[in-house]
């Protein structure tokens, strides 16, 4: 935005912009996309002109690069002239702004778990889904992005993954391992529950997300729980599992003959079938 205002004493007309720079802090020369624009208002003084006290606005464009951002900063300066009612006086201005584009990089990742596959209770070697989301939140593209994945259950047991994490898109057409600002990509990865991990009650799992900026400066999360019913960040993603003992005894009978009629002293051999139904 750009506003011009007569600060003196006496209307202006032809009034015009010249000398216009526009460049990063970098010293790169930049062109704008959309030149300055007049704002009419109603009321107001038509374009070039501008009575006492006035002030005039006018709207130009600029489509921020990469490198834009890296520099961080941009400086439009501007001069503008108008012409008193003499006819030949002339007075100028430069403006004397500048925008600051600060590189702000940042990666964030969730994970969540699907149990639909576990039976109740659930058993050993049964698996455990789990979608990984990360998502590039700043400006500044990532590259080299990777996940670290860590499972223990409630009794501290570190458990290691059935399958390894698996890319599975991109939004856009970047490739795996990059990011571009607002960019996401999905990951999925299975994990064959144990024995140990059903006696302790619960896994959680949690995954860190790093990333590195062009300015091969790294940048790391450690993933939330969607699901989780407490608001907070880097919780892990828990998954429980529902604890059901149970046993069953069976006994068919004597396992032996006896003779017909019995005799005193003969032994009878019993068999006994004890089952874990948990």
Known sequence: ????????????????????????????????????????????????????GETATYLARYEVTLDDILSEEIEHTISASGTAPDGTTQVTDISDDSDDVAATPAIEVIKASDATDLTTPPLPTQESVYTITVQNTGNLPLSDVTLTDTLTNDDGGVSGLTAGVVYMRADGSYAEGTLQPLGAATYKLTYAITGADIDSGAVENSVLATGTDPRDIEFDDISDDPNSPISTTDDPTRTAFTQEPGIDIVQPGAASAISTPTVVGEALVYAIMVQNTG
């Open 1 to 52: 935005t750009i506003e011009v205002e007569n600060t003196g004493a006496l209307a202006l007309t032809d009034v015009t912009f010249f000398d216009q720079a526009l460049e990063n802090a970098d010293g790169a020369s930049l062109t704008l996309t959309e030149a300055p624009d007049f704002v009419p208002v109603n009321g107001g003084s038509p374009e070039g002109t501008l009575s006492v």
